[in-house]
């Protein structure tokens, strides 16, 4: 069965420390994908990321850096120097292995910075 | 340009009220979704339109009623809801191009409150 797992439901962290967020996922597919979504308080829904399965580099984007590891089927999240605009709820989700057209969420990290 | 946007921003409602929650996307997307969360929970996956056609129904009740006039708009009726259906709707669209799972974009979500 496939599943995405969020292990940390809630963390808080003081504004300028880095903090990881972790996602382990299962799933039978070989070829999948995976993404970070993040949740102001305002609610939308921001997509951070997507990665293939195939692509095992690590990714940068400013203060956001993503590890890719298969070995373990994780794929976290890093905030480096973080803000008090980080502060959301962050989802990380897997492709559907039956159909292209869904995608599963993990039950979502929720991060507090603290000034 | 990535936007999705959703009206109305908050809706309150009585039992037997109907009402419409729209969604809209300019981006040429093909693939249109409804999700519901709950407070404190990842987005439920409600339906999915592909190229206008319903594909995915979650065995929602029929008092959500979905219609895709267009590949750019897409709505939900709602009529003789309960007070549980009150929850944050959000509306995604991803390009739809059937062979792999691409990014869904996510709208502002519509607050719904059923009295």
């Known amino acids: 069965a496939q599943k995405v797992t969020q292990a940390q439901t809630e963390i808080s962290v003081v504004e300028k420390e880095d903090v990881t967020l972790d996602c382990v996922y299962e799933?039978?597919?070989?070829?999948?994908?995976l993404f970070w979504y993040k949740q102001p308080p305002s609610g939308e829904l921001v997509f951070l990321i997507r990665?293939?399965?195939?692509?095992?580099q690590n990714e940068i984007s400013g203060r956001y850096s993503w590890n890719f590891q298969k070995s373990t089927s994780s794929f976290n999240f890093t905030i480096t120097a973080s803000q008090v605009v980080d502060s959301a709820v962050y989802f990380c989700a897997l492709s559907d292995q039956e159909r292209d057209d869904k995608i599963i969420f993990g039950k979502g990290t929720r991060l507090h910075i603290l000034p | 340009d990535t936007e999705v946007t959703q009206t109305p921003k908050h809706l309150v409602m009585g039992m037997t009220n109907k009402k419409s929650l729209k969604c809209e996307q300019h981006?040429?997307?093909?693939?249109m979704y409804w999700y519901k969360q709950k407070a404190k929970k990842p987005p439920e996956l409600m339906f999915v339109y592909s190229y206008e056609k319903l594909s995915i129904n979650e065995s929602v009740p029929s008092r959500f009623s979905p219609e895709c006039p267009n590949s750019s708009l897409l709505n939900l009726h709602l009529h003789a809801l309960q007070p549980e259906d009150s929850a944050l709707y959000l509306c995604?669209?991803?390009?739809?191009?059937?062979?792999?799972?691409?990014?869904?974009?996510f709208g502002p979500g519509t607050r719904l409150t059923v009295l």
């Open positions: 799933t039978r597919d070989t070829t999948y994908y």
């Open positions: 990665r293939n399965s195939f692509d095992e």
């Open positions: 995604a669209s991803s390009t739809g191009t059937g062979y792999r799972t691409d990014t869904q974009y």
């Open positions: 981006m040429g997307h093909r693939a």
